[in-house]
């Protein structure tokens, strides 16, 4: 792409898109040339990764997580496919600024923290690295929530993130698979002797998904998020209405099915809710798998080598439904044996757990479970039971221990321990957390099958959050080792020898000093909090959580402050408390410390006697790309 053509092909998107000359147009109608004009570039090599993956026979991975926390695509779309400086010089000849068309993309509503964000790193690094590894999902209409601050209060107002629709999206209406809740199972005997289950009176949703292209980093390699969204089956018997009941139910009916995929974490302090969950947790698996499914037995793949073509990795134990939903499809759908379907689902399934709090694991009460999900409640009731078996056998009398290792117990369903009776590969995301897993969380499992433990320490793309979001870092290490370190990390290892380089080091002190610049003046427009440039920045950013060491950092704020009251001369270099994150709306002392963070921040910023040397602030609604800021 040169900068002729992409002026020439940019005006003409405009135009034919709106129907408007470039002087008529407003700011969003040209951030929509854009994106759709870079939806022309990507797509034939989106097809040729497609098609060069069946040719090929590779192995697919596919990364099943609740959220994906993309934060904005154009830009990174812009530096993955290598025309960034060509749309930037093109667009300021046509008189428009690319900084101000990239604010008009919102950060996508489909993710909320780290288990979202880790989700989209991966993806960004498997295409970078020409991997086959996807996405599997929700295409939630909403996001967790927009977060405001309001008398020191969180208050929540929807995030309606899809409003002006979403240009990287692509709707795959033939695609769509069906989904099916409720209901009743029959079991029925045929001549070849085999018992067969159906499934009856079950309400059916349609799942349609809608695409999202990852792109490796300029390597031609195109990957793809596959989202779901819930919508109805048959929309004929919504049409043929008998009287206003009759239209009521039908309108009720509706919004139960598209309520499925409407809100990341609906609020699971109610019953409701939390069946709302589950839903979606089985929505997207049982969606996924039978994708997965359908495109494997299109390459004429025979069902027994499944697990040597197709790898499921579940982020959390929020997919971990997998594992009993691909038995099912392999046994009642497949005709497959327990023996052999269970060697492949094992084969295929690997699990990433995120939490060693033993209260924080996933469970589900064995009756709402059933009723919602009769068929995969069976499953789940034959593994535990096979599972049970095997541990009696080797700790025989230990009912503590094999108690402890049901996956089915006190009357709930345990999820962690079915990711891990289901799945080959078990890790955790640090080498301490792997270790506590091993010697604390999991440790009858370790002892158990201690080959199936691992660690994999998260990190996070170094493209987004160093080559987009500091482009004046970027600059000065290109400069010094040049550009090899954007596709192999393992390039920054060179900055070492510039360790002891005086002037490298004054450099890098100044882009520090107008990044903070920037985060000052941003704090002072929205805040109106004069923070100290030349503070220590200590910064907290996660969700607000009872276990995630906010109230700590309070604690310890508070007896700076207490000590500053005490001797306001204290030698002291100067610190400026940054907080932002969301908490669950109907978590109480979540947002009580999101409250008491506030009212600190209000006494400490106003107290003159200690000089400038605190500052609290809390940033409202955190995104990706306040983040990055």
């Known amino acids: 792409m040169d900068k002729e053509g992409f002026k020439e092909a940019y005006s003409k998107k405009l135009q034919d898109l709106h129907g408007k000359s470039l002087e008529e147009s407003s700011i969003h109608d040209q951030y929509i040339a854009l994106g759709s004009l870079l939806r022309d570039y990507i797509s034939p090599n989106w097809i040729k990764t497609n098609q060069q993956y069946k040719a090929n026979g590779d192995k697919q991975i596919y990364y099943f997580s609740i959220e994906f926390l993309l934060g904005k695509l154009l830009d990174m779309n812009l530096l993955n496919l290598g025309v960034k400086e060509v749309c930037q010089t093109g667009l300021a000849e046509l008189g428009i600024d690319l900084s101000v068309l990239l604010q008009e993309e919102p ?13 989209a790193c991966f993806l960004d690094s498997m295409a970078a690295l020409s991997l086959p590894g996807h996405g599997c999902g929700i295409r939630y209409t909403y996001g967790l929530f927009e977060q405001k601050i309001v008398k020191n209060y969180q208050v929540e107002l929807p995030d309606n993130w899809l409003k002006d629709g979403y240009i990287w999206e692509y709707r795959r209406t033939d695609k769509a698979v069906e989904v099916a809740f409720g209901g009743h199972v029959r079991s029925v005997v045929k001549a070849d002797g085999r018992t067969y289950y159906l499934y009856e009176n079950a309400e059916v949703v349609l799942a349609v998904p809608y695409d999202i292209p990852m792109i490796g980093y300029q390597n031609n390699t195109v990957n793809t998020l596959r989202l779901w969204s819930a919508e109805l089956a048959h929309t004929d018997s919504y049409f ?11 309108i009720e009916y ?23 969950r589950l839903k979606q947790e089985y929505f997207f698996v049982s969606a996924g798998l039978q994708s997965i499914l359908k495109r494997f037995k299109s390459a004429n793949n025979r069902i027994e080598i499944f697990s040597d073509k197709i790898g499921v990795h579940i982020n959390d134990t929020h997919p971990a439904l997998a594992v009993p939903e691909l038995m099912r499809i392999l046994i009642d759908e497949e005709n497959l044996g327990w023996d052999e379907a269970w060697q492949i689902t094992t084969k295929t399934i690997s699990y990433t757990n995120h939490t060693v709090l033993p209260e924080a694991l996933e469970t589900w009460p064995v009756e709402m ?17 096979r599972f049970c078996k095997e541990l009696w056998e080797k700790y025989p009398g230990q009912w503590g221990r094999i108690r402890d290792m049901a996956v089915i117990a006190d009357g709930v369903i345990h999820m962690a321990r079915l990711a891990v009776v289901g799945s080959h590969s078990v890790n955790g995301v640090a080498k301490l957390h792997s270790e506590i897993l091993q010697q604390y ?18 990190g996070i793309t170094h493209r ?22 954007i596709a192999d990390p393992k390039e920054l290892l060179l900055l070492r020898k510039y360790s002891q380089d005086t002037v490298f080091k004054e450099q890098l002190a100044t882009i520090k000093l107008k990044n903070k610049i920037k985060l000052v003046d941003h704090i002072y427009s929205h805040y109106g909090i004069s923070v100290n440039l030349h503070s220590i920045f200590d910064i907290q950013i996660k969700r607000i959580h009872a276990y995630k060491r906010q109230i700590l950092n309070v604690l310890h704020i508070m007896h700076l402050y207490n000590e500053l009251k005490i001797n306001p001369q204290l030698d002291m270099v100067p610190r400026t408390f940054i907080f932002a994150g969301k908490a669950a709306p109907g978590y109480y002392i ?12 209000s006494v400490i910023n106003q107290d003159k006697t200690i000089q400038d040397k605190l500052k609290v602030v809390f940033m409202e609604n955190y995104s990706v790309s306040l983040g990055e800021m």
């Open 240 to 250: 043929t209405l008998r009287n206003r009941n009759d239209f009521l139910k039908a």
């Open 464 to 485: 987004r959050w160093l080559l987009k979001a500091n482009p004046l870092l970027t600059d000065l290490i290109n400069n010094a080792i040049g550009t090899h370190w």
């Open 107 to 119: 950060d996508a509503g489909l993710g909320n923290g780290g288990l979202g964000r880790l989700a």
């Open 441 to 458: 969380l999991m440790h009858n499992f370790y002892q158990y099958d201690p080959a199936k433990f691992h660690n994999k320490t998260n």
């Open 590 to 601: 979540a947002k009580q410390t999101i409250k008491l963070i506030n009212i600190l921040g």
């Open 254 to 276: 509706k919004n139960s099915v598209e309520r499925i995929s409407k809100y990341l974490y609906p609020d699971d302090t109610h019953p409701e809710g939390r069946l709302l």
């Open 369 to 385: 479970f059933q009723n919602l999900l009769p068929r995969i409640y069976m499953m789940i009731e034959e593994i535990n039971q």
